[in-house]
Every structure is written in C-alpha cells, then in structure tokens.
C-alpha cells in the first residue's frame, strides 16, 4: 500500500456475516462526512455488499488487517443492556455520534427488475422469507414446523419466496405461490432478492440489513437470543420475547428447548406480515383477498363493482354486491389484522361469509371499541359451527388478554330445540366438530363449552364476567336461553352481538329478543349486513 506523505488515513476493520459489514457503513459514511480529505481503509469481507461505496475508499480483506485500525465492535456493549442501535455503539469506537443508522449495500439493479418480472404472476405482497441465521449460534431460528405452518398459510394469498443455504433439518416446501431460492442463488442474486420483494420475514441476521438498505420493511423473528433494539430499523416489526433467561446470547444449544421462539405464534408472525404491508407504500390497498374469496363461494351471484355499484345493487335481485371498506381500514390502516382474518373467515364456509364482509367489519370494529372503552370482561359465543366467526373472537381475546368461550354441541342442532315456532325445522350444522373448530380459532385463549346449551353451562362460566357475547345459533329456545344467561353476566357497556335478528328464516330470534328486550327496557342497534345483525350495547347506570 503506498500512501502519500502527509495523508491522513483511518483504518478500521470488522469481521462477520453480511449483517456485520453492513452495520459499519453508517458509521464509515458518518466519518467521511465529518473527514472528507482522510483517506478510508476498511479491512472486511463480504465485498459484494460494499465494493464501490464512494466513501470506503480502499477495501481489503479482513484477514489483511494493520494493527493500526479500529476494531467496530458493539458485542460488549450489548451484552449487558439494551442500549441503542449497534452502529451507535461502533461510532463511539471512533469517538463520533451517528443518528442515521440506515445501511448501505450495493443491490444490482438489473437482478432485482429480473426478479420482478419473474414474479409477476404472483400476488403482492412478495414475502421473502429466511428461515435460518448463520451457523454463529442455532438460538436466533424459530421452530422449523412453525415456518413451514406460515408458509402454509402464506401460500396461495401472497408470493412467498424463500431464500438462504440449504440447511440439515430444515423441511422442504412446495406450494402455488412459493419459490424456493434455497442454495439456488449467489450473494449478490440473494441480495437483489430481498431489495426486490415487499416483506422480508427472518431472524436477526444479514437479510434484516439488507431489507434496511433496500427500503423494505422486515419482521423479524428475534426470540430471546439478543434485544432487538441493537438493530432496530423503522417500520420493522419486532417480535422479541422477554423470558426470564433474555437475552442470553447463547451459542450453546438451549437448554430450556427454546421457549422463547415458542411464544410467538404463525398468527402473530402473520399479522404483523400483514401490518407490515398495508403501511407500505407499494400495497394498493386492494380488495384482493375478500373478491377472491367470494368468487369461490358465490355460485351464480353477479359481483357489481364500480360507482354505478348502488344504483344496480339495488335496482336488481344480485345478492352479492362489492360493499365499502371504511377509510379508518383503506386510508388510514387501522385495521390491518383483518387481512389475516379473512382466511379462517371463509374457511370450509365460504358460500355463507364470504360476501358478507360488513359482518366482519362490524365484529371487528365493535369489539376494538369495547376494549378502548375499557370495558371488562371475557368473551363468549353461543353457535360456532365451524368456528368461522370464532376465530375472529379468538384472535381478539388473544390481543386484549380476554379468554373466549365457545357454546355449541359441534354436532348441530338439538332436537329438543324443535319447538314452537322450530317445530318443523330439520337437523342442521352437522359437518364440524372441535377438532375442526379448534384448527380455524387457535387453541390459546379458547375455551369450548361442549353440549346443549344451557345444560352445558358449568360453574366456570357461570361465575364470569362477559365485555362481548356473539349469538349465533338460530332458533328460539337457544337464543331465549342465551339472553337469559348472558345478559346479568355482562359488564356495563358490554355487547350482545345477535346473528339473524332481520332474517326471516330463522323468525324466532326477533321475537326471542323483542321479547327479552322488553323486559328489560333496553334497546337494540340493527347492522344492514347478510343476515342483520342486531347490537345490544347494555346501559350504564
Ligand atoms: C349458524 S351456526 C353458527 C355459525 C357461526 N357463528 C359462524 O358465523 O361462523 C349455528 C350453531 O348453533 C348451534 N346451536 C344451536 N342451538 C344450540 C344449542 N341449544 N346448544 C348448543 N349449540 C346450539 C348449532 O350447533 C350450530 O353450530
């Protein structure tokens, strides 16, 4: 190396993966901004990721390193708090202070537009998923068969692309919407991979610098192996899990089979895919996933789109019509968990939910309104069938802390049930059962309350409080029952939410409910969705 007499030189050097070399630039362009003469010497691999940033100005190896340059570290730090982003902690071994810790990475262009068009064909988003961090420590990998359970969801409503080294022990996927890049590309392909997708999903590892540097968001699976703090970026979505033995930047195999990544579920992984996506700048806000939906259910329905949607839909006997998303969902992102929701929403059930999205609406939008009103209590449903609007219940009873009990044979109707205005009703909802419904809702936070109702109820639910209770179960005697239960059960300000109140077919619930509400002076809201629903939100005295 030959410098010339009076130059100033800094060198500094650090080793590791992508992710490592990738941290130093903002602190390397941080410090010829402040030394714009000083001649840069940054001693690393990972050359790809870096040749040609017009502030390095001389790249060697790592192993070529002078005993004169700085070592960026942050590793000490770390382990002993939180602390901020790892680049922070790397500046100060030069004496700067950096605010901007967005990396930098030389992306071909060129790979990413191939990789575009290649997937064109598939929905948007295009997830990228890394399954595995390097081979520094096998405590930042989630669980293998809870990958391949989110790629099973994922697969089919986005473009799922899967990249990394092929690994032992990690199971193969093959699905409609997937592509597997595993072991298939080069470092730079790999790169252009992730600047060219919309989500990148993985550990704390390279691809998490890489998404940082493209502009793209990551939710990042961290566990308990280190804070996530260290490599925070904006608009990621941080799933950390604070056991008692986090961080423990453990390179051993853990002793405790992981628990960390335990916590944190394909349902959690997957909302905060979806939220990561309505907030990104490329995500239309299509209807794409309900308009799916309700092609495959509808058997001779006409969907009606457009401004001249209101007039037709109404001038015609089309049962099917596209109906308003509200702006707090379109325009303001408010709700974006139901793009995880639709999917048990219409599952196995597809011809009775899959139009009826103001349904979905109004459960969603009403029960986040009871929790913000602070309203107590846990949540019930008597009639879940297959659990298709359970599982919206279970999602939320999940977020809020709220256990959600299920009232229903799972085996259909009762006959004991045939009575009155019933009498000649025939036996219905047999084609489920709990194993089914317990596979659509999840198995945290749900308890099912098996049998005829109200004989099934037991102590434990008899000595509950109740914030939002979803009557579904069609006939007289049960919804009469439900009323009678629920009611004195539920908190001040609480929801009875009443399926088929303005449907003909099923007459005895309006008049098991103009019945109770009469009795006890309060009144009812009706919701102009499918099957009319009827809110009782109870006064507060
Ligand atoms: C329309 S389905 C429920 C649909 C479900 N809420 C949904 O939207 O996905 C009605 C359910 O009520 C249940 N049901 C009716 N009467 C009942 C009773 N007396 N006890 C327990 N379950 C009953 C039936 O077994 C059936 O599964």
């Known amino acids: ?54 502030y390095i100005d001389e790249l060697l190896p790592f192993s070529a390193r002078s005993n004169k340059a700085v070592w960026l570290g942050y590793e000490e730090n770390l382990r002993k708090s939180e602390g901020p982003h790892n680049a922070q902690l790397m500046a100060s071994r030069l004496g700067i202070m950096i605010e901007d810790v967005k990396p930098d990475c030389v992306i071909d262009t060129d790979l990413v537009g191939q990789f575009q068009l290649n997937w064109k064909s598939l929905p948007r988003p295009w997830v990228v998923i890394n399954r595995r961090a390097s081979d520094w420590t096998p405590n930042k990998d989630w669980h293998d068969s809870l990958w391949l359970k989110l790629i099973q969801r994922l697969d089919g409503l986005c473009g799922v692309i899967e990249i990394g080294l092929p690994k032992e022990g990690v199971a193969k996927f093959e699905g409609k919407t997937f592509v597997d890049l595993v072991g298939r590309t080069t470092k730079a392909e790999m790169i252009a991979a992730i600047g060219a997708c919309d989500i990148h999903v993985g550990p704390m590892s390279g691809p998490v610098h890489v998404a940082a540097a493209a502009g793209k968001r990551s939710v990042v699976i961290h566990g308990g192996y280190e804070y996530p703090t260290g490599a925070a970026y904006p608009g990621n979505e941080a799933l950390y899990s604070p056991v008692e033995c986090a961080p423990c930047w453990l390179q051993e195999p853990c002793p405790h089979q992981k628990k960390c990544f335990s916590q944190i579920t394909v349902d959690m992984v997957e909302a905060r895919i979806w939220r990561a996506w309505v907030s990104s700048s490329a995500c239309p806000g299509s209807l794409r996933a309900a308009t799916n939906n309700t092609r495959q259910g509808t058997q001779s329905a006409e969907l009606i789109f457009g401004e001249l949607a209101a007039p037709r ?93 299920l009232f229903d044979t799972f085996t259909g109707f009762n006959k004991k049930d045939f009575a009155g205005v019933d009498s000649s009703r025939r036996q219905q909802f047999t084609d489920t059962s709990l194993d089914l419904v317990l596979r659509n809702t999840g198995i945290a936070s749900v308890v099912c309350v098996k049998g005829h109702f109200p004989e099934s109820v037991n102590r434990d639910v008899q000595d509950r409080r109740y914030s939002v209770v979803h009557l579904d179960c069609d006939l007289y005697a049960p919804m009469k029952a439900g009323l009678e239960f629920f009611y004195p059960r539920l908190s001040e300000g609480g929801l009875l939410i009443i399926h088929d109140y303005v449907n003909e077919y099923w007459s005895g619930i309006r008049t098991a409910v103009d019945e109770f509400c009469q009795k006890i002076h309060e009144g009812i809201i009706i919701i102009p969705d499918k099957s009319g629903t009827a809110i009782l939100r109870k006064s507060r005295h």
């Open 313 to 405: 839909v109404l001038s015609t006997t089309s049962r099917l019509y596209v109906a308003y998303r509200p702006d707090s969902d379109i325009m303001y992102n408010r709700h974006p968990e139901l793009r995880g929701l639709v999917g048990p929403w219409v599952e196995n059930n597809a011809l009775n939910n899959s139009g009826d999205l103001p349904r979905l609406y109004t459960l969603s939008l009403n029960i986040k309104q009871i929790i913000a009103d602070g309203v107590a209590g846990d949540f019930a449903e008597l009639g879940v069938y297959k659990g298709n609007s359970a599982a919206t219940l279970a999602h939320y009873a999940r977020c809020f802390g709220r256990t959600l009990f």
């Open 1 to 54: 190396m030959n410098h010339s007499v009076n130059e100033e030189i800094i060198e500094v050097s650090r080793a590791g993966g992508i992710g490592d070399v990738l941290m130093c630039t903002p602190v390397l362009r941080a410090l010829k901004r402040l030394k714009p003469h000083v001649k840069l010497i940054f001693y690393a691999d990972q050359h790809e990721c870096v040749r040609g940033l017009t």
